[in-house]
Nanobody, 126 residues
């Protein structure tokens, strides 16, 4: 059974940093895209970032470009999200996602991913 488990969320002040981790088990995603999405209360799920297995192809959502960095550790079957210069509008439940099949183009939409974690809460206080 495939599982994605996020960790690293918490409460941080505006301008602070957090590093989210997502550990996958049950299969290897070293050849597949893994990414992050987020959802704030009352809002639609939002694409945050995605990365190919080697990190050669990374894409970020417009609202996080220049502040967030996605990285992979294929040996650990994990993906990370380093978040800097956090803003109150970054407050959301952050989800890790993985794509079942390899893809040429970086997937940015939720329906393109096959596996999801339960989420980790990030709260940025003003």
């Amino acid at each position: 059974q495939v599982q994605l488990v996020e960790s690293g969320g918490g409460l941080v002040q505006t301008g602070g940093s957090l590093r989210l981790s997502c550990a996958a088990s049950g299969r290897t995603f070293s050849r597949n895209y893994m990414g992050w999405f987020r959802q704030a209360p009352g809002k639609e799920r939002e694409f945050v970032a995605t990365s190919s297995w080697g990190g050669a192809s990374t894409v970020y959502g417009d609202s996080v470009k220049g502040r967030f960095t996605i990285s992979r550790d294929n040996a650990k079957n994990a993906v990370y999200l380093q978040m800097r210069s956090l803003k109150p509008e970054d407050t959301a439940l952050y989800y890790c996602a993985a794509k079942d099949l390899s893809s040429v183009l970086p997937p940015r939409r939720g329906y393109e991913y096959d596996y999801w974690g339960q989420g980790t809460q990030v709260t940025v206080s003003s």
